[in-house]
């Protein structure tokens, strides 16, 4: 068996950069139709629609705010409603906002956890009905190391992604009956946008923590969510596959 997503539609979060860009293109490359959200960046979404289509794919690039319930279920109706049904969800939408304890606000907490973690309990119950109509599909929800291992000043950011672990193996345990999977997908330190603003003195830091000593691409994250997508992982759920060069080892 080849690793293939002919004949599947997916939806990734937070897919106009980054990781989600990735995950959104390598999802394409292997046969999906494949639909993206975004928050504010419009031309580099309608950028990655562009893209999948000129792999010969559906797509869509949908504006919505992950934070809000009534919006994810507002795309996943028209992802259903135009396509059929939803065979992948990759949940990537996030942010930081970085700070020690001490000197961090309310606001940056609650906008962490907002953006981070309730936008994967939005997406995951809208995509829980037609996926179990459709008796089958996968979810994969992008945590981080952080949310393992914990770090200096990202408290908001460490509780999230830890956050996400533990509901993706409760929503795992829930849903397989109905023939839904639930993994999750843990990068280390890969390189995009947002570590490009990180100080060289951290970047060579966080290298020296890593033992393969380089920092890893989002085309490698982007590997192990497509095989989870796949039928190739249809006896694996509730799994942390973390993709960190063996930063939390």
Known sequence: MSLTLEGKTALVTGGSRGIGRAIALVLADLGADVAITYAHSVDAANEVKEDIESK?????????????LEKAGEV????????????????NAGITRDNLILRMSEEQWDQVIDTNLKSIFNYS?????????NRGGSIINISSVVGIS?????SNYAASKAGIIGFTKSYAKELASRGIRANVVAP???????????????LEAIKDETPLGRPGDADEVAQAVAFLASDLSSYITGEIIRVDGGMAM
């Open 188 to 202: 280390g330190y890969i390189t995009t946008e947002m570590t490009d603003e990180l100080d060289d003195n951290l």
């Open 150 to 154: 914990g770090n200096a000043g990202q």
């Open 56 to 68: 010969g794919r559906r797509a869509k690039a949908l504006q919505a705010d992950a934070v809000s």
């Open 76 to 91: 996943i109706d028209e992802i259903t409603s135009d396509w059929g049904k939803l065979d992948v969800l990759v949940n």
């Open 125 to 133: 119950k809208a995509a829980a009905k037609p996926m179990m109509r």
